[in-house]
């Protein structure tokens, strides 16, 4: 049974830096691609970023290419955003989500999180 945990997040302050983590149990192959997606009160969940395990390819919505890095640790069946120069839009719920299949939306996504809140101030 596949589980998604986060941890991580919290408060900071615009230009600061914040860690997710997300570790993955009952990893197999419909879990090849695991990743982050995000919603802002009263806005819709939208994607942020995945890993493919198999390659460690990283794939970014273009709102943060550049601030945040999407890492995987397959020893430790985990995967990491490191979020950098916060802005008060990164404000949201993160949630990480898995799929066989490559997502940019959440249609393909089986598997999901609890959700993880990121609040950053101006």
């Known amino acids: 049974q596949v589980q998604l945990v986060e941890s991580g997040g919290g408060s900071a302050q615009a230009g600061g830096s914040l860690r997710l983590s997300c570790k993955v149990s009952g990893r197999t192959f419909s879990t090849d691609f695991t990743g982050w997606f995000r919603q802002a009160p009263g806005k819709e969940r939208e994607f942020v970023a995945a890993?493919?395990?198999?390659?460690?390819?990283?794939y970014y919505a273009d709102s943060v290419k550049g601030r945040f890095t999407i890492s995987s640790d397959n020893g430790k069946d985990t995967v990491y955003l490191q979020m950098n120069s916060l802005k008060p839009e990164d404000t949201a719920i993160y949630y990480c989500?898995?799929?066989?299949?490559?997502?940019?939306?959440?249609?393909?996504?089986?598997?999901w999180g609890q959700g993880a809140q990121v609040i950053v101030s101006s």
């Open positions: 890993v493919r395990w198999t390659s460690s390819v990283p």
């Open positions: 989500a898995a799929s066989t299949r490559f997502f940019t939306n959440d249609r393909p996504v089986p598997y």
